[in-house]
């Protein structure tokens, strides 16, 4: 009798050990899309003459994955002759985003869904002027079902383009990113 008792308290610590690592683990996954990030801000001059400025907005994530595709983008786009500026979501940024021929908003997926702070400043937004926007999603897997989501966001204002770069397809197609940039850029 006492071995069941003493294996039985065993089986609980187990089980209660398991749901705390995985609480951890959700909130810490959590809280990487709604964490504000300030004092990026990076500059690109544009090659090739072009007399045209892009926004590259992204949700940094838990590792350099999201950035390295954001600037990764702006570098395809930057090829395509545009100035690139960019840039996080944080307070100082405009709501009037009618002074950029280009829009690109980047973010990285945890737990089926991209960054609340893009969607909240996407939704703020009140003019986009002339722009063409883009989304691009960054995650570990190819699926992209959060993207149907994502669709909504930009009801009022078509979509260039919107996708999904998974952290295999960027490792095995060493410029992925750089050509979706140019691809958006009309390269």
């Not at 003493?6 to 610590?13: N, P």
């Not at 187990?14 to 609480?23: E, G, Q, S």
């Not at 090829?79 to 709501?95: A, F, Q």
Request: charged share 25%.
């Amino acid at each position: 009798m006492r071995g069941k008792k003493s294996r039985k308290k065993y089986v609980i610590a187990i089980i209660l050990l398991i749901v705390i690592i995985a609480a951890g683990w959700f909130f810490w996954a959590s809280r990487a899309n709604t964490t504000v990030h300030t004092g990026i801000d990076i500059m690109l001059d544009g090659q090739g003459g072009r007399n045209a400025s892009a926004l590259v907005i992204y949700q940094p994530g838990r590792t350099s994955f999201s950035e390295d595709v954001a600037r990764d983008l702006a570098d395809g786009i930057c090829k395509s002759g545009y100035r690139v500026r960019i840039t996080t979501v944080n307070p100082e940024l405009s709501d009037d985003l009618s002074g950029y021929d280009l829009v690109v908003f980047s973010s990285p997926v945890y737990m089926g869904a991209c960054s609340p702070l893009i969607e909240d400043y996407v939704k703020s937004i009140r003019n986009y002027g002339k722009a063409e926007v883009a989304f691009c999603a960054t995650g570990m897997l190819e699926s992209a079902p959060e993207l149907e989501a994502v669709e909504q966001w930009f009801s009022a204002h078509p979509l260039k383009k919107i996708g999904k770069i998974s952290k295999q397809m960027y490792l095995d197609e060493e410029n992925c990113a750089r050509n979706w940039g140019q691809e958006i850029a009309g390269e």
